[in-house]
């Protein structure tokens, strides 16, 4: 069912292109929410497997997903303020429930039902982020791990300002770690 055909029959014609408008805005969040969960659990795949050419080629994917929802965000405040001047309140005081004042009990239900689902679909997503995040931290400090055990004492590589200097790190307390989370 479309956004627009829950809109009441009664009203002022700005309150109905209001009520759509946010619902179609809630819609088009959804979208979003799960075309970047899609790629998260894609790349949580490749993580796992290891195909740093996959993971890279969904970073790139999630930046470009990630310039959408900064799109998305800008509308949202838009249709905040566009709210709060229509209710008579702050665009930071405008709630689901002050909404629903402007039409029917179905399209208000509707309304916080898709709410609903977008907050779970952003908690998920969160949630997915962050185990790929500890995963590829994990996954670093065992290369950082194994490139100590390289022993590579004594061969010289370059800095980033083109000096020559030996390519070992020195290691807190002399000590190998081999998973290092700290953020």
């Given at each position: 069912?479309?956004?627009?055909?829950l809109v009441p029959h009664q009203g002022s014609h700005e309150d109905h292109?209001?009520?759509?408008?946010?619902?179609?805005?809630l819609d088009a969040q959804i979208a979003s929410a799960r075309s970047l969960?899609?790629?998260?659990?894609?790349?949580?795949?490749?993580?796992?497997?290891?195909?740093?050419?996959?993971?890279?080629?969904?970073?790139?994917?999630?930046?470009?997903?990630?310039?959408?929802?900064?799109?998305?965000?800008?509308?949202?405040?838009?249709?905040?303020?566009?709210?709060?001047?229509?209710?008579?309140?702050?665009?930071?005081?405008?709630?689901?429930?002050?909404?629903?004042?402007?039409?029917?009990?179905?399209?208000?239900?509707?309304?916080?039902?898709?709410?609903?689902?977008?907050?779970?679909?952003?908690?998920?997503?969160?949630?997915?982020?962050?185990?790929?995040?500890?995963?590829?931290?994990?996954?670093?400090?065992?290369?950082?791990?194994?490139?100590?055990?390289?022993?590579?004492?004594?061969?010289?590589?370059?800095?980033?300002?083109?000096s020559s200097k030996s390519i070992t790190r020195p290691r807190p307390h002399?000590?190998?770690?081999?998973?290092?989370?700290?953020?």
């Amino acid at each position: 069912m479309s956004p627009t055909a829950l809109v009441p029959h009664q009203g002022s014609h700005e309150d109905h292109a209001l009520i759509g408008d946010v619902l179609a805005h809630l819609d088009a969040q959804i979208a979003s929410a799960r075309s970047l969960l899609e790629v998260v659990l894609e790349q949580g795949a490749a993580i796992r497997a290891r195909d740093v050419h996959t993971v890279v080629r969904l970073a790139g994917i999630l930046r470009g997903e990630m310039g959408r929802r900064q799109l998305l965000e800008e509308e949202r405040s838009r249709l905040l303020t566009r709210s709060g001047e229509r209710l008579g309140v702050p665009a930071e005081a405008v709630t689901l429930g002050l909404l629903g004042t402007l039409t029917d009990s179905a399209t208000s239900e509707h309304a916080r039902l898709r709410s609903a689902e977008l907050r779970g679909l952003l908690h998920e997503l969160q949630r997915e982020h962050a185990c790929n995040r500890s995963l590829m931290q994990i996954e670093l400090g065992f290369l950082d791990h194994l490139m100590g055990m390289l022993s590579l004492d004594g061969v010289n590589g370059y800095d980033t300002h083109g000096s020559s200097k030996s390519i070992t790190r020195p290691r807190p307390h002399g000590a190998l770690h081999v998973l290092d989370l700290r953020a």
